[in-house]
């Protein structure tokens, strides 16, 4: 039987022209700066985001965590994050606990927005209290699924934000779902940010990588954090070849990994034990609500389905390069003979 991998766009596999890049990838040690292919995806990314440098990291992961610990002054600094942020939620606990930095969170709307209101009530100045250094947003947001923020949305809290003297970091690992939803170039939604990130390694389906982006003297200064957590990796142009290949080749198809996901949605919406609204997916993640999501997963990989829990009653599906709408139709017949047979 067929696996149906619909856990994460993390397991895509790399194209074949990706695989012929990095063979033939020129390196150089890139902690001296010598790598030619790192710094042609870094100039690369730099220009898709409209920002003057770009920095190749390992993950996501550590993008976010180098660009905090560029915005912020460590101990007594605070950054404001959504309630349901992958920074709070998903990496670690790395802004405290390698950051020295204070966590305070503000409500996550549905679309995985932040009201400006709401922000204000939480900004603190310093002194006897944390000092508000930093704004966190998302696009898309992941524990929202997939939902895509508009870029007038980021430009005001970032206006907001920047009025009171606070920097705005995007975490954007699916910036790319985002533009292409949207129809605008990834430049737009990162316009007023101050940092943004977004990954190779996820629908654009490179094997690794993230790229932080902002102005080049944040980002000489990001490269020494870089360093700091570990992320100076060498002869990195051997992945970075790949980065490269998929901001060239694998933008655009990231719509087909939408049209399939609202398949999958109207679908699962039809399934008893199941619930869910097609009409909130904009992108390639699918949340539904189950019952007893950890026995519905067990369930569905016994039927080689894969799927990921995502909180109490919860259960995420994703679409990606290698997922096809026959691939998802199979699927849909598996998860049904599964509700039947509870």
């Not at 490269?223 to 060498?234: D, E, K, L, P």
């Not at 655009?252 to 399939?260: G, I, K, S, T």
Request: charged residues 25%; negative net charge.
């Amino acid at each position: 039987m067929d696996i149906i991998d619909l856990r994460s766009d993390t397991v895509t596999q790399p194209t074949p022209a990706m695989r012929e890049a990095m063979y033939r990838a020129e390196v150089g040690d890139d902690v001296l700066g010598e790598d030619p292919t790192v710094r042609h995806l870094e100039e690369i990314a730099a220009e898709r985001l409209g920002k003057e440098a770009a920095l190749f990291c390992a993950s996501g992961t550590m993008s976010n965590l180098v660009a905090i610990l560029t915005h912020t002054k460590g101990r007594g600094d605070e950054i404001i994050v959504g309630s349901r942020s992958h920074i709070l939620l998903n990496e670690a606990g790395s802004a405290s606990g390698l950051g020295s930095v204070h966590v305070r969170t503000v409500r996550n709307a549905e679309d995985g927005g932040l009201d400006p209101n709401e922000v204000e009530v939480v900004l603190r100045p310093g002194g006897g209290f944390p000092r508000s250094a930093l704004l966190c947003l998302e696009n898309t947001h992941n524990s929202a699924g997939g939902t895509v923020l508009a870029p007038e949305r980021t430009d005001e809290l970032c206006n907001f934000a920047h009025l009171r003297g606070i920097a705005v970091h995007l975490d954007g690992a699916r910036l790319f779902n985002a533009a292409v939803y949207l129809g605008v170039p990834a430049s737009v939604l990162a316009a007023e940010a101050d940092s943004v990130c977004f990954c190779v390694s996820k629908g654009l389906s490179a094997p690794v990588g993230s790229l932080l982006a902002g102005r080049a003297d944040f980002i000489a200064q990001a490269r020494r954090y870089r360093r700091m957590v570990g992320g100076g990796m060498r002869q990195a142009g051997i992945i970075a070849a790949a980065g490269i290949v998929a901001l060239e080749t694998m933008i655009d198809r990231l719509a087909e990994d939408h049209e399939n996901a609202r398949a999958l949605a109207v679908g699962l919406a039809a399934v008893p034990g199941f619930a869910l609204d097609p009409e909130r997916v904009q992108t390639n993640i699918v949340m539904a609500e189950t019952d007893d999501p950890a026995t519905m997963s067990r369930r569905l990989r016994e039927v080689g389905v894969l799927a990921s829990g995502s909180g109490p009653g919860r259960l995420r599906f994703v679409t990606h390069y290698g997922i096809t709408r026959e691939d998802v139709d199979e699927a849909l017949v598996r998860i049904q003979r599964v509700t039947r047979e509870a």
